[in-house]
Structure formats: structure tokens, C-alpha cells
T-cell receptor
Framework: DTGVSQDPRHKITKRGQNVTFRCDPI?????LYWYRQTLGQGPEFLTYFQNEAQLEKSRLLSDRFSAERPKGSFSTLEIQRTEQGDSAMYLC??????????FGQGTRLTVV | QQQVKQSPQSLIVQKGGISIINCAYENTAFDYFPWYQQFPGKGPALLIA?????SEKKEGRFTISFNKSAKQFSLHIMDSQPGDSATYFCAASNSGNTGKLIFGQGTTLQVKP
């Protein structure tokens, strides 16, 4: 098991474009989370999946953001009509039940 | 009530010294308190974690002290090394609910040789 994998590691996009990030959690981890981290701040919760069900979304997650976890395996986070304020590190984490959460290396998004 | 407050914002320690970072929380439903270490450009790495049924947990040079009545917990790094220089985040969650982590603001630690 190589841990939580995120792709791509870096993404530069023009304002108004759509972007999609992928997260492959640790196998058999039923819980999956997306967080956003801006420079100098702690990660902020975006959304949570229990298996394939999206059970919680932060108010930070505007209508332009959508996340899926088909079949309870990998997850994708899509941002539509990107804005400069979306520039951040997007982190995925997974855990098995109430055990500790392990993070991926993140996807650094820059909107120009 | 969801906040986790962390201090200090930055810390400079000599090699071999003890680094101490403190956190406080409000939500009494929190039952899991991890510490994460993050290097620039990397994701946070789980360092050590504690649950409220114990007051202290030690793993190698890292110790968490937990005070349930004061709603405070702290990370102690013994014999600090230059390789420990990183940003440290405390966090808290209600693990029986969604388990989402509420993070502190982070502490940038610099260990001088």
C-alpha cells in the first residue's frame, strides 16, 4: 500500500476553466475527505464520503464545486468556472472508521 | 465552538531542546486529537494522536499531554533536531460522527543546529 495518492500534483489553469482532481485512498479505507489549504493556514474541511455516499459538505463548497466517489473507491473533485480565489492546495485524506486520517501530497491549483 | 486555537505561531528551539506547542478547543464532543507534521509542498503527515481516556501518550521523542477539564492538549518534542523543522498542526474531531478534522492555525518550528 503506497498511501493516499493524488493527481495531478500541480495544476495551472486560466480563470473560467474547469478542473478535476483525483484521489486514490488507501485501500479498504471507507472514509474519504477533501480539504483545502491556503498558504500559512491549516487545512479546511470541504466534504466527506462514507464509502460512496457524500454525507457532509462544508459551506465553503460553493455550487461550482462537486465531488464524487463512485463505488466507494477513488474520488474526484471538480471545480467549474475557476476563480483566482480557488488557488490553493487541495488535500485528500482517508481513514478506516474512527482511526487516524492519512493525507495525500495534495494538488496545488493556481488560477491565472 | 468548532475552533481549535493553537499557539505559538512560530517557535525557535536549539538542537537538543524541548519544543512545546499548545492547543485549546471548545467543542466537548471532540474525542480524537491528532498532531500533524507538514513540510513545504507536502501533505500533512500524522505524527501522534490521543483520545480523552488518557492524559498522556508518548511515541519516541513525541509526547501528547491532554487536559480534559481545561480542554487543552499539547505536543512536546524532546531532543529536538534540525530535521524536525516543519509546520505542526493540532486538530480535533468527533470520530463517531463524520470524523472531519478541525485544524489549528499551525506552528512553524525551526530547530537551530
Amino acid at each position: 500500500d503506497t498511501g493516499v495518492s493524488q493527481d495531478p500534483r500541480h495544476k495551472i489553469t486560466k480563470r473560467g476553466q474547469n478542473v478535476t482532481f483525483r484521489c486514490d485512498p488507501i485501500s479498504e479505507h471507507n472514509r474519504l475527505y477533501w480539504y483545502r489549504q491556503t498558504l500559512g493556514q491549516g487545512p479546511e474541511f470541504l466534504t466527506y464520503f462514507q464509502n460512496e455516499a457524500q454525507l457532509e459538505k462544508s459551506r465553503l463548497l460553493s455550487d461550482r464545486f462537486s465531488a464524487e466517489r463512485p463505488k466507494g473507491s477513488f474520488s474526484t473533485l471538480e471545480i467549474q468556472r475557476t476563480e483566482q480565489g480557488d488557488s490553493a492546495m487541495y488535500l485528500c485524506a482517508s481513514s478506516f472508521e474512527t482511526a487516524g486520517a492519512f493525507f495525500g501530497q495534495g494538488t496545488r491549483l493556481t488560477v491565472v | 465552538q468548532q475552533q481549535v486555537k493553537q499557539s505559538p505561531q512560530s517557535l525557535i528551539v536549539q538542537k537538543g531542546g524541548i519544543s512545546i506547542i499548545n492547543c485549546a478547543y471548545e467543542n466537548t464532543a471532540f474525542d480524537y486529537f491528532p498532531w500533524y507534521q507538514q513540510f513545504p509542498g507536502k501533505g500533512p503527515a500524522l505524527l501522534i494522536a490521543i483520545r480523552p481516556d488518557v492524559s498522556e501518550k508518548k511515541e519516541g521523542r513525541f509526547t501528547i499531554s491532554f487536559n480534559k477539564s481545561a480542554k487543552q492538549f499539547s505536543l512536546h518534542i524532546m531532543d529536538s533536531q534540525p530535521g524536525d523543522s516543519a509546520t505542526y498542526f493540532c486538530a480535533a474531531s468527533n470520530s463517531g460522527n463524520t470524523g472531519k478534522l478541525i485544524f489549528g492555525q499551525g506552528t512553524t518550528l525551526q530547530v537551530k543546529p
